[in-house]
Nanobody
């Protein structure tokens, strides 16, 4: 049973930074896809960043490239460092996992996910 618990979402001013964390359980720490998605009111859920765990690559949506960084921490949490935030980044951010055998972050970005966390709210004003 895969569980994903997100944390770190708060209200910040434009130009600020946040770091979100996703603590996974019930899933291996390599050979899997992990991703961050977001959904704002009135918008569809969109992929933000993805990582192929265990030494694979990362992939980002064009809208966040250069500002956001997804990484696998030493304790195996999946972080999303968000810098230079703007109001368009305001959304509920959710962590997702999908067992895969891949080193391709792009593959993970485009993959279908069926394991989701509850989400954490980010508000940028």
């Amino acid at each position: 049973h895969v569980q994903l618990v997100e944390s770190g979402g708060v209200s910040v001013q434009a130009g600020g930074s946040l770091k979100l964390s996703c603590v996974p359980s019930g899933i291996g720490y390599s050979g899997n896809c992990m991703a961050w998605f977001r959904q704002a009111p009135g918008r569809e859920r969109e992929g933000v960043a993805a990582i192929a765990t265990g030494g694979g690559s990362t992939y980002y949506a064009e809208s966040v490239k250069g500002r956001f960084t997804i990484s696998q921490e030493s304790d195996n949490t999946i972080s999303l460092q968000m810098d230079s935030l703007n109001p368009e980044d305001s959304a509920t951010y959710s962590c997702a996992a999908q067992p895969r055998v891949t080193l391709s972050g792009r593959y993970c970005f485009e993959a279908s996910y069926d394991r989701w966390g509850q989400g954490t709210q980010v508000t940028v004003s």
